[in-house]
């Protein structure tokens, strides 16, 4: 229960970080808002930190919302597009490690290792270009970053 409690949004959010510090990174003047647990405005801001303005509650779906600035290049596009599934990929080659050995008691070893292969379907997930499917509830209906990424490739050839 512990996973799907802490360890699912948790997975969720850093996903959704790693779209809007690819955001903030590359441009001057994009704002990222990212939204855990509810995507409508009733989901309103918590906090802020610098340019990336959080909109928590208690779920397992997020999403990071953000208005392109003016002049993004094709590159821009793709690296916010994929830096979610970036961040994702990375936490699982750090979990790794403790993964594969479990070097700490059974309680923290079960979460790292929920931790990993959350991580890790996050990104297989994320990564294929699709568009989500009904039955995927809050994300029905939407693209993946995978192939939002693609979408910008193809525009730009």
């Not at 830096?83 to 479990?102: E, K």
Request: net charge positive; charged share 15%; with cysteine.
């Amino acid at each position: 229960m512990l996973l799907y409690v802490i360890a699912l949004p948790l997975t969720t959010l850093i996903h959704e970080i790693g779209h809007a510090l690819a955001l903030v990174c590359l441009t001057k003047e994009g704002v990222a808002k990212i939204h855990l647990g509810d995507f409508s405005d009733a989901n309103k801001e918590n906090f802020r930190v610098g340019r990336i303005h959080y909109h928590m509650k208690w779920g397992m779906a997020g999403i990071c919302y953000y208005e392109k600035p003016s002049g993004m290049t094709a590159f821009q596009r793709v690296m916010t597009s994929l830096g979610g599934p970036l961040l994702s990929a990375s936490f699982t080659i750090i979990l790794f490690l403790p993964f594969y050995y479990q070097p700490f008691n059974d309680y923290i070893n079960f979460f790292i290792t929920g931790m990993f292969w959350m991580n890790l379907i996050q990104f297989i997930v994320t990564i294929i270009p699709m568009v989500y499917p009904k039955w995927w509830g809050p994300y029905a209906g939407y693209t993946s970053d995978g192939y939002n990424a693609l979408k910008v490739l193809q525009r730009d050839k």
